[in-house]
């Protein structure tokens, strides 16, 4: 059975840092894309970063050089490391993992996890 679990979800302050983890189990994902998607109350889910089995990265235009995706397959680990944290990255983080391919969509996920929460004060 395959199963995420994302932690190191917290409150801080504007300007703050954290990083996420997500640890996967239940299933051989070398090669899968695996993503990091967020979800704030009242909106879509969105795609935050992408990281591709071959470790091209990609990410949405309101993160860039603020967040660093990553990767050890060899751990089965995924990582979200975020800095300069603003009040608009106050969201439900959710670990994704996708298909052989580039890209990913919310509906091209096939497993999730479960969500942690990052709630960013002004």
């Not at 996967?24 to 109350?41: H, I, K």
Request: hydrophobic fraction near 35%; aromatic fraction near 10%; proline fraction near 2%.
């Amino acid at each position: 059975q395959v199963q995420l679990v994302e932690s190191g979800g917290d409150l801080v302050q504007a300007g703050g840092s954290l990083t996420l983890s997500c640890a996967a189990s239940g299933g051989d994902f070398n090669g899968m894309v695996m993503a990091w998607f967020r979800q704030a109350p009242g909106s879509e889910r969105e795609l935050v970063a992408r990281v591709s089995g071959n470790g091209q990265t990609n990410y949405r235009d309101a993160v860039k050089g603020r967040f660093t995706i990553s990767r050890d397959d060899a751990k089965k680990m995924m990582y979200l490391q975020m800095n300069n944290l603003k009040p608009e990255d106050t969201a439900v983080y959710y670990c994704a993992v996708g298909d052989y391919g580039v890209t990913i969509s919310a509906h091209s996920v096939q497993y999730w996890g479960q969500g942690t929460q990052v709630t960013v004060s002004s």
